[in-house]
């Protein structure tokens, strides 16, 4: 086809929205403005920072981090014409193109902080790429979790 299509999201933490931060819908939107287009070639990285405001004027930032990833090409089938063999119409290779699609990641947090999200969304990025035998949940929560030492407690 055209290679257009839809953005879906494929994982998502929390999983299931917190009362005071919303899961902002419609973001697939957001991580590709220009639409979802396949790609004869792999597009180097990106990662942009917008922010989004929600009904009671609160700003969400948004990093979003997009990478291309191949897709398996799907042969057409062939199918035989006016009574011809199909064995005759299959014996021809097809070279079909490679693709490429976009894949983004994306944090939102009510704090700015664009070079932390840079740096934790490419961490990420990393870990996922490298097929590293990490459990992405225990980054995520590694990433959001912080201890703040009691006052003259041990540090």
Not at 62 to 80: G, L, N, R, Y
Request: aromatic share 10%; hydrophobic share 35%.
């Amino acid at each position: 086809g055209s290679g257009d299509g839809q953005g879906q999201i494929l994982q998502r933490f929390p999983e299931k929205d917190w009362e005071d931060n919303p899961f902002p819908q419609g973001i697939e939107l957001f991580c590709q403005p220009s639409g979802w287009q396949l790609f004869t070639e792999r597009n180097p990285p990106t990662f942009f920072v917008a922010v989004l405001t929600d009904i009671n004027s609160e700003r969400h930032y948004c990093a979003c981090f997009t990478f291309w990833e191949a897709v398996e090409s799907v042969q057409p089938q062939s199918h035989p014409r006016n009574g011809e063999e199909e064995e005759e119409e299959s014996s021809s290779p097809v070279q079909l193109a490679q693709l490429f699609a976009p894949k983004s990641l994306v944090l939102v947090s009510r704090l700015d902080h664009a070079e932390v999200f840079r740096n934790s969304l490419g961490l990420i990025y990393t870990i996922y790429v490298d097929g590293l035998s990490v459990s992405l949940e225990n980054v995520i929560g590694n990433l959001l979790t912080c201890t703040i030492p009691i006052t003259g407690g041990a540090q």
